[in-house]
């Protein structure tokens, strides 16, 4: 059964950085693609970035590009987003995603973790 466990949310002011862990287990992963995903309160959920686990390609939303960036620790089996210069509009629940294959923008994951709260205060 897999599971996602994400961490490292919390409230820091405009301009700041924090970094997301998302630890995955249950399966074997070298074949899945990872994502984050935020939503907003009142607003959809949306894609964020995510990563290829074996090959290491990445894709990122045009809101986060230059500021976000997805890595991955195989040993460990975990997934991080580092976010840099963080806005007010980047308050949101974070969740990680993963799903067989090749990375998708969509909310077409097959499975998600909990979420974690970050708050940006300007």
């Known amino acids: 059964q897999v599971q996602l466990v994400e961490s490292g949310g919390g409230l820091v002011q405009a301009g700041g950085s924090l970094r997301l862990s998302c630890v995955a287990s249950g399966r074997t992963f070298s074949s899945y693609a990872m994502g984050w995903f935020r939503q907003a309160p009142g607003k959809e959920r949306e894609f964020v970035a995510a990563i290829r686990w074996s090959s290491g390609y990445r894709a990122y939303a045009d809101s986060v590009k230059g500021r976000f960036t997805i890595s991955r620790d195989n040993a460990k089996n975990t997934v991080y987003l580092q976010m840099n210069s963080l806005k007010p509009e980047d308050t949101a629940i974070y969740y990680c995603?993963?799903?067989?294959?090749?990375?998708?923008?969509?909310?077409?994951?097959?499975?998600w973790g909990q979420g974690t709260q970050v708050t940006v205060s300007s």
């Open positions: 995603a993963t799903k067989i294959g090749d990375i998708m923008t969509t909310l077409q994951y097959d499975y």
